[in-house]
Structure formats: C-alpha cells, structure tokens
C-alpha cells in the first residue's frame, strides 16, 4: 500500500492559540484541511496514469481528518497494492499476463492471438527492464504544496482572529 500523502496543520501561531479555543481553530482548520485533501487528489489523480478501466485513478481519495491536537491532518492515499510500483516504478520481474492482455485490448484494440501476442511481449519486456516510476503522489504534492500551506494559513488566520475576540 501507498502510504497515504499528508497534509498536516504545525503552525506555532496555532499552537499559542489552541488551548485558549481549541474549538474556534478546529472549525475554521478542519475545512482548510479538506479543502487542500481536495486539491491534492485532483492533482493525485489527474497525474495517475489510467488503462482505460480506471481503478487506480478512482482508487486515490482522501481519507477522514484526524484531529490529534495540537496537529490536525489529512490523508490523501489509495489501497490498491500495485499504486506503490505505479508510484516508484518496479525492479525487472515477470508481471502476470492477463491483466496485460486486458490492457492491450483497452489501449490498443487488439484482440484475441494478437492481443495475446502482444501482452506477451510487455510482460517480457517487464522481465528484462522493470517499469519506469510515474511519481503521481510525489509530484501531485509538489504541485499544490504552496496553495495548500496558504489555505491551511488563511484558516489558521481566521482562527486566530475569532479565538483572540
């Protein structure tokens, strides 16, 4: 499994604050926090290469907010095991043939003796080279890492200013 991808709330300002109104910041963090769980899977997702069925892309979610204060995060992540060789790309091994054979016909168009032809000579390619890292996680998060810590500061910022009236 693909460990989950996290945005996670350690502002200082935040720290001061919770015990004063721990409430008050939760309210205004916890959306802040969905809201960047949000952009990071479209991002995830849009960088998530499909074989034309969709399972891994459809796979990738955001997962429930945890709320251990003073950190709150969120976790955007899948539980399909083949999202990790996708993610980091695989040593040289021999891949099973027919998901290969459902791919060829999906992507290519290519049925029956071809179509196994085909799948065939993937599979040993597999064998010899591995497969290439696609870093979807990776680069999603570097994508939208700053619009994130922005909309995780704007939230802290509202905190902060209900918790201090």
């Known amino acids: 499994m693909i460990e989950p991808t996290l945005i996670s709330t350690n502002f200082p300002v935040i720290d001061a604050r919770l015990s004063a109104a721990p409430d008050i910041l939760l309210e205004e963090m916890v959306p802040g926090v969905v809201e960047g769980q949000l952009l990071l899977e479209r991002e995830i997702r849009e960088r998530t290469p499909t074989s034309g069925a969709g399972t891994l892309r459809d ?86 890492q700053a619009q994130i810590q922005q909309l995780l500061a704007e939230a802290a910022a509202r905190g902060v200013v209900r918790a201090g009236q």
């Open 59 to 144: 796979s990738i979610g955001a997962l429930p907010v945890v709320v251990a204060q003073p950190v709150i995060t969120g976790d955007v992540g899948t539980s399909l095991s083949y999202a990790q060789p996708v993610e980091l790309g695989s040593r040289p091994h021999m891949p099973p043939v027919e998901p290969l054979v459902d791919w060829v016909r999906r992507k290519l168009g290519k049925r029956g003796k071809e179509g196994r032809g085909i799948a065939f000579a993937i599979a040993r390619k597999i064998a010899k080279e591995g497969t290439p890292a696609v870093h979807m996680f990776e680069e999603g998060l570097k994508a939208t």
